[in-house]
């Protein structure tokens, strides 16, 4: 313990946020950097106005809460767009490919072929071998349909009466 009788505690707490943005870093979850905020100004702080040790925990707990609270209401008015909202929705991101049914959907449950692996499949029932379009995504199932019967239906809308 003889060595932290030369450690000033602006440093230190310098050292700490320093630290806590580095393991924002390393676990990404937009929390630790706020604290870290509230240990570099607490260092800064320190340093200005030498304050006490007591003084130093009530300075960073309050300040953490601010900064944390200011943050979140700050990132819920003001949300994160995301330029590829289906990114880490991967189901969401085969709405539309046509696909090969590996096993055939009998009773509107079966398998389709996407890339190189297979995927439960709810739909109308279809043989084996036959194309069939996704339309919709449910944790691993996904919802197909037959893309001819989807196309007929387009091609016969009814007309609108002449008004």
Partial sequence: MQWFQGLDAGWAWL??????????????GMYLIWL??????????????????AAQV???VFLALIIAYSAKRFLRDRPIVSSDPLLNNRGGRMIGQLV????AIQNGEGRVKVGDSEWIARGPDCEAGSRVRIIGAQGATL??????AAQGAIAQEP????A
């Fill in 143 to 148: 919802t197909v349909e037959d893309p001819d």
């Fill in 15 to 28: 050292a700490i946020g320093i630290a806590l943005a580095a393991a924002e870093l390393a676990v990404p």
């Fill in 100 to 103: 090969t049914v590996s096993i």
């Fill in 58 to 60: 009530v300075n960073f």
């Fill in 159 to 162: 007309e609108a009466p002449p």
């Fill in 36 to 53: 870290a905020l509230a240990a570099l100004v607490t260092g800064g702080l320190t340093m200005v106005l030498d304050l006490g040790t």
